[in-house]
């Protein structure tokens, strides 16, 4: 678990790591249970329970469609719009939605 214990600082060190990574064609395979940092830098995340994969897809869809393992953001948001997992998402489409009135929206961001 790459970013236990560590601060806001050192995270966004990793995650520039994990993307400089990523930009040279390398696979990286994390084990984590930071699902925001997960959100936020992964490509593909997975639960794994009794040694199987149980659910698998891009972050959006992984975080949105789960009840117990979800983001900050997703839990904030999931009554008013589809699909947000990271605090970026959802400024992002508070910003596109402006001033009109609420309406579940989604953000399709995958």
């Given amino acids: 678990e790459p970013t236990k214990g560590i601060d806001a600082y ?10 400089d990574l990523k930009e040279t064609g390398m696979t990286v395979v994390m084990v ?5 940092f997960a959100a936020s830098c992964a490509d593909r995340c ?3 329970f009794c040694g199987e994969i149980t659910s698998c897809d891009v972050p959006s869809l992984f ?4 009840n117990f393992y979800t983001t900050a953001a997703n839990r904030m948001t999931r009554y008013i719009y589809n699909n947000i997992v990271t605090a970026e998402d959802a400024a992002l489409i508070c910003k596109l939605n ?4 609420c309406q579940k ?3 399709n961001i995958y």
């Fill in 98 to 101: 402006g001033d009109r009135p």
């Fill in 105 to 107: 929206k989604s953000l």
């Fill in 32 to 36: 984590t249970h930071d699902v925001e």
């Fill in 46 to 48: 997975a639960m794994f």
């Fill in 63 to 66: 975080f949105s469609e789960n």
């Fill in 10 to 19: 050192a995270k966004q060190k990793i995650m520039r790591i994990l993307h």
